[in-house]
């Protein structure tokens, strides 16, 4: 069974800076894709980045150059690196990943198949 366990999150102030890390169960590179997803309080889940096996990466539209998405293959662990956060930035932040492609688009949480249990990230004003 794949498991994905997240860590790294904590308070930060604005324009602070997190870096979140995903341990997975398995080899990473094995995977199709990985990603993060945040999910605010009474709000979606929300796309925040992905990476797949080619190392291609995709962002979500609100980071706007302000997170990089990187693996680990070494230490089967996926990153997210958050700079200049601001409040706004504030969620549990989840891990996703697929061994296989079923179908959907990166930026859909149907896309993934695995998912861990969530990191909080607040980010105060």
């Known amino acids: 069974q794949v498991q994905l366990v997240e860590s790294g999150g904590a308070v930060v102030q604005a324009g602070g800076s997190l870096r979140l890390a995903c341990k997975a169960s398995?080899?990473?590179?094995?995977?199709?894709?990985m990603g993060w997803f945040r999910q605010a309080p009474g709000k979606e889940r929300e796309f925040v980045a992905a990476?797949?096996?080619?190392?291609?990466?995709y962002y979500g539209n609100f980071v706007e150059g302000r997170f990089t998405i990187s693996k680990g293959n070494a230490e089967n662990t996926l990153y997210l690196q958050m700079n200049s956060l601001k409040p706004e930035d504030t969620a549990i932040y989840f891990c996703a990943a697929d061994g296989e492609y079923y179908g959907g688009v990166y930026y859909s949480t149907t896309r993934y198949h695995y998912w861990g249990q969530g990191t909080q990230v607040t980010v105060s004003s």
């Open positions: 398995g080899r990473i590179s094995t995977y199709s894709i």
């Open positions: 990476i797949n096996w080619g190392a291609s990466t």
